[in-house]
C-alpha cells in the first residue's frame, strides 16, 4: 500500500503562476521527501525536510511539514514550462530511514508557455 | 557523469524470456534500491541492498526475479520467464547510509514483454 497520497492528482497552470501540491501520509516520519519525474525518464531529488523542520526553501521551491496533521506541501513559485513533470511525495516505510521509500501516485503539473 | 547509471535504458522482449538489467550506484553508496513503476503510478519497492547484503525484498517480488550485488558496487536485477505483466519501469537508487536515506534515481530501464 502506498504511504503517501498527492493531491490534486493533476495541476494545469500557466507560466508564471505559482503551482501548490499536497501530500497526506499515515505513519509518523523522521523525514519526507519530493521529487519530480519528466515522461519517460527517471526520478530527480528535489528536497527532504526532517520531521523537525517546518519549512525548507530551494530556489523557487518551498516545502513545508505539518507532522500533527501528516501533511506536507510543495510549492513551485514562477513556474516555467520546464517544471511540467510528475511530482511525488515519498516517506519511508517504518517511519523512520529504514530503507525503503514509498510514494504517491503523484501529482502530474502542466504549465503551459 | 557520477550519477546513478542503468543499462539496458529499454528492453523489449518476448514472453518467458529471461532479462537482466543492471545498475551502477554513485560510487560512494552503500545501500542500492530496486523499484518498478507502471503508467500513472508511483515507485513500488522491490529490494534493496546495504554493501553485498540484500536485506529486503517485497512480496510483489516473486521466485522469477532475482536481484544480486556480489561485490557490493554494481548490482544486476534478473527476470526470468517473462510476462506481459513484468511490463514496467525499473528504477534503481542509491544512497549513502546517513540516518535520512536520501535516495538518488537512475534513468531507469523500460521493459515491454511482448
Known amino acids: 500500500s502506498q504511504q503517501g497520497e498527492e493531491d490534486p492528482q493533476a495541476l494545469s497552470i500557466q507560466e508564471g503562476e505559482n503551482a501548490t501540491m499536497n501530500c497526506s501520509y499515515k505513519t509518523s516520519i523522521n523525514n519526507l521527501q519530493w521529487y519530480r519525474q519528466n515522461s519517460g525518464r527517471g526520478l530527480v531529488h528535489l528536497i527532504l525536510?526532517?520531521?523537525?523542520?517546518r519549512e525548507k526553501h530551494s530556489g523557487r521551491l518551498r516545502v513545508t511539514l505539518d507532522t500533527s496533521k501528516k501533511s506536507s506541501s510543495l510549492l513551485i513559485t514562477a513556474s516555467r514550462a520546464a517544471d511540467t513533470a510528475s511530482y511525488f511525495c515519498?516517506?519511508?516505510?517504518?517511519?523512520?530511514?529504514?530503507?525503503?521509500?514509498?510514494f504517491g501516485q503523484g501529482t502530474i503539473l502542466t504549465v503551459h508557455p | 557523469d557520477t550519477g546513478v547509471s542503468q543499462n539496458p535504458r529499454h528492453k523489449i522482449t518476448k514472453r518467458g524470456q529471461n532479462v537482466t538489467f543492471r545498475c551502477d550506484p554513485i560510487?560512494?553508496?552503500?545501500?542500492l534500491y530496486w523499484y518498478r513503476q507502471t503508467l500513472g503510478q508511483g515507485p513500488e519497492f522491490l529490494t534493496y541492498?546495504?554493501?553485498?547484503?540484500?536485506?529486503?525484498k517485497s512480496r510483489l517480488l516473486s521466485d522469477r526475479f532475482s536481484a544480486e550485488r556480489p561485490k557490493g558496487s554494481f548490482s544486476t536485477l534478473e527476470i526470468q520467464r517473462t510476462e506481459q505483466g513484468d511490463s514496467a519501469m525499473y528504477l534503481c537508487?542509491?544512497?549513502?547510509?546517513?540516518?535520512?536515506?536520501?535516495?538518488?534515481f537512475g534513468p531507469g530501464t523500460r521493459l515491454t514483454v511482448l
Open positions: 560510487s560512494e553508496h552503500n545501500r
Open positions: 515519498a516517506t519511508p516505510a517504518g517511519g523512520t530511514s529504514y530503507g525503503k521509500l514509498t
Open positions: 541492498f546495504q554493501n553485498e547484503a540484500q536485506l529486503e
Open positions: 525536510i526532517r520531521s523537525n523542520e
Open positions: 537508487a542509491s544512497s549513502l547510509w546517513t540516518g535520512y536515506n536520501e535516495q538518488f
